[in-house]
């Protein structure tokens, strides 16, 4: 597989994916990304020109990917539509991407015959009590809670149903939440750390009691190469690392992290539909594939990534002030 196709290759975690192969193979990757808002071509920035390809596109351009997936090897899907509280506010974009989207990858897989993985999430799965020993597994049944979650479910029964029906040669995973560097400053880690650099008090939904499961995104991107190299076709795979945290405990480790009081930070209105609890039980990865994270911690992870949005303030400062106007029209 030299030669790899990484859809939303530009975003979050897509771009620490794309990093990684970089650093950890031989391969050539080329990025296919439509540059919405959470996409950032400066996320690529400094990749050997010869090792990676930047595509402007979208997924649902049929004509588009089937030219690309002839040229591939086999292909990583992180293109998504993913931030819950806009899937709460105008849901078809992520009927268009997460859903047709994925059609439009799956048709072309099948044609050309390629090697296909499938990025997902465990919000697919709906949310834990907070008093739940349980954790998600690959058998746990899927009852997504919003728009976004149940957009991520049928794109996953896509998947599952072409690798039934027509041989394709596709694989998922399903990974908790994920931090790290080049995160849109609209997600929770990112937007509490550059808030504190700014000088702004950050903001908890609710009580905080809201537990995610964290792994940083290096540890998701070694996972999935792992998925790609060695995973058995048709079947699923959660990646996690162990990273239970409620929200009230990492804006205060944020804060102590970054030499500010612990409890310098506002309530504020919970969201709709906020899920209760992840937890991710990778023991299926850990065991078969022998994958493990390099972050075993979440306080290290945090740091590293602390110092990252500290140093690359560059990157991140075009899209604060729009971000911070946006919630600020909803209290938060």
């Known amino acids: 597989m030299q030669r790899l196709l990484v859809t939303g290759g530009a975003g979050f975690i897509g771009s620490n994916f794309v990093h990684h192969v970089v650093e950890n193979t031989d391969h050539h990757v080329t990025v296919l990304d439509a540059l919405t808002y959470a996409g950032n071509r400066a996320s690529l ?20 990917v089937d030219t690309l997936f002839a040229d591939a090897d086999a292909v990583v899907h992180y293109a998504a539509e993913s931030h819950n509280d806009n899937s709460l506010h105008s849901p ?19 044609k050309h015959d390629r090697r296909f993985h499938h990025i997902s999430t465990d919000e697919v799965y709906g949310d834990l009590e907070l008093d739940d020993p349980e954790r998600f597994t690959e058998n746990t049944p899927y009852n997504p809670s919003s ?84 995973g058995r076709i048709g079947e699923t795979y959660l990646i996690g690392a162990d990273g239970e945290r409620n929200n009230k405990d990492v804006v ?31 023991t299926k990865l850990r065991t078969e594939l022998g ?9 290290s992870g945090l740091a590293a990534t602390i110092d990252w949005y500290k140093a690359n303030e560059a990157w991140w400062a075009p899209s604060k002030d729009a971000t911070e106007a946006f919630y600020a029209t909803k209290g938060q």
């Open 147 to 230: 728009p976004y979650s149940s957009t991520k479910a049928g794109s996953d029964l896509l998947v599952r149903a072409w690798v039934r029906s027509f041989g394709v040669q596709a694989t998922i995973s399903n990974c908790s939440n994920n931090y790290g560097p080049y995160q849109h400053v609209e997600k929770f880690i990112p937007r509490q750390i550059t808030n504190v650099i700014r000088g702004i008090r950050p903001k908890l939904y609710g009580a905080g009691e809201n537990v995610r499961d964290w792994i940083h995104a290096n540890d998701h991107s070694s996972a999935v190469l792992t998925i790609l190299d060695k």
């Open 92 to 110: 078809r974009p992520f009927l268009d991407t997460n859903i047709v989207g994925t059609y439009t990858l799956l048709e072309a897989a099948r």
């Open 45 to 64: 920035d400094g990749l050997p020109a010869d090792r990676v390809t930047f595509v402007h596109g979208d997924i649902t351009d049929a004509e588009l």
């Open 252 to 282: 205060e480790l944020i804060l102590e992290q970054m030499g500010q009081p612990r409890y310098a930070y506002d309530h504020v209105t919970d969201r709709a539909g906020h899920d209760l609890r992840y937890a991710i039980d990778s």
């Open 291 to 299: 994958w493990t994270p390099q972050y075993a911690d979440f306080e």
